[in-house]
């Protein structure tokens, strides 16, 4: 149908099959709202009255200890390049990287060269260029000891 042209009274063409003519379009979910319960262990979310770093930092020793263990690759890692990287949504529980270096979910590995520590991590799309920041969640942050406070920059790797 030429662009000029108005569709005919109650239909709409371009609509998805069994959507309701009339009715507001809803949009797709975003990479944020992926579930990503497969790759992670069982999260806990912080009390509401949490205020402190500890008492938003819900993972346990046995989740920091095996999110710093070096990954078990069979095929290696792909370095997939570095990011700014400031503190996420601290209600979000897990060791997870809202990043545009990826385009699907996966698990990958960041590095903070400032204390050479790193942590295994959720890797999750986020819309932008390769060149924009990342959010890293507060457990990951805190594992690979990047100030909390700071932008600091790190290495992104995922696993093959």
Request: glycine share 10%.
């Amino acid at each position: 149908m030429p662009f000029a042209q108005k569709p005919s009274e109650g239909t709409r063409p371009e609509a998805p099959a069994g959507e309701i003519v009339g009715q507001p379009v809803r949009p797709r979910a975003r990479p944020g709202d992926l579930d990503l319960s497969a790759t992670t262990s069982p999260a806990r979310k912080p009390a509401t009255s949490a205020r402190t770093v500890e008492q938003f930092d819900t993972t346990t020793p046995e989740e920091r200890q095996a999110a710093a263990a070096a990954p078990v690759q069979t095929g290696g890692e792909q370095r997939l390049g570095d990011t700014v990287a400031s503190l996420g949504d601290v209600t979000k529980p897990g060791f997870w990287l809202e990043t545009p270096l990826v385009s699907s979910p996966k698990t990958g590995r960041v590095y903070f060269p400032g204390s050479g520590k790193s942590a295994q991590v959720d890797l999750i799309p986020i819309d932008g260029p390769d060149t924009a920041g990342s959010r890293i969640s507060l457990a990951a942050m805190r594992l690979i000891e990047a100030p909390l406070t700071d932008l600091p920059t790190i290495e992104v790797f995922a696993g093959e």
